[in-house]
C-alpha cells in the first residue's frame, strides 16, 4: 500500500506541476489562514516529501550500481563518493576495455579525473558480461529519470512568488543532495 502510493505520487506531481506552471494560480496577497487548503500549497508540501523520497531511492540505485559496477572498477567507488558523480562516471567509463583512455571531461572535476586515471592503469577489474553490464545501464537510465523528477520537484516552489511560507527546509532538502 505504501509503495502504490509513492509510486501515485511520483508519476502524479511532476503532472501536477506541470498544469500548474502552464495555468498558474493568480498572484494576489496570499491570505495566510487558508494558505493550507489551497491545492497548489498541498502540491508544494507533497513535492518537498516527494523530494526526499526520490533522494533516497536514488542512493538505492546508486547502491545497486556500485555493487554491479565494482567488478569491473572496484577502486571507482573510494575515487568518487557523490552518487550522481559516481553514476555520471559508470555511464562514461561504460564498460569499455581500457578504463584510462576514457574522455572524462565535463564528467568529474580535473583532479579526480587525474586519479582515475591513474588508478585505472592499475585497476584489476575485469569487463563485465554483458547481462550484467546491461543491468548496470538500465539503473543509470533509472537514477538521470530519478534526477529529472528530483530537479523539477525541487525547483517548482522558487517558481512561486505568491506563497510566503517558512521555505528553509525545503530549500535545505533540494540543495543538500548535491554537496
Not at 73 to 97: C, G, K, W
Not at 129 to 146: F, G, I, N, P, S
Request: aromatic share 8%; charged share 20%.
Amino acid at each position: 500500500m505504501v509503495l502504490s502510493n509513492y509510486l501515485c505520487c511520483l508519476l502524479t506531481t511532476p503532472q501536477e506541476i506541470e498544469k500548474y506552471q502552464s495555468n498558474p494560480t493568480p498572484t494576489t496577497k496570499p491570505n495566510h489562514a487558508h494558505t493550507h487548503i489551497n491545492p497548489e500549497y498541498t502540491l508544494i508540501v507533497q513535492s518537498n516529501n516527494l523530494s526526499v523520497d526520490v533522494d533516497n531511492e536514488i542512493l538505492v540505485v546508486h547502491k545497486f550500481i556500485r555493487d554491479h559496477y565494482s567488478a569491473r572498477f572496484p577502486e571507482l567507488e573510494q575515487l568518487v563518493s557523490d552518487p550522481y558523480m559516481y553514476i555520471r562516471s559508470v555511464r562514461a567509463l561504460a564498460n569499455s576495455e581500457d578504463l584510462a583512455k576514457v574522455n572524462l571531461s565535463g564528467t568529474l572535476p580535473p583532479a579526480i579525473i587525474m586519479s582515475v586515471v591513474v588508478t585505472a592503469t592499475t585497476s584489476h577489474g575485469k569487463v563485465l558480461e554483458e547481462t550484467r553490464w546491461a543491468a548496470v545501464q538500465r539503473a543509470c537510465d533509472l537514477a538521470d529519470r530519478l534526477e529529472e523528477a528530483r530537479k523539477k520537484v525541487c525547483i517548482y516552489p522558487f517558481l512561486l512568488p505568491q506563497f510566503e511560507f517558512d521555505s528553509w527546509m525545503f530549500r535545505y532538502s533540494c540543495m543538500s543532495a548535491h554537496e
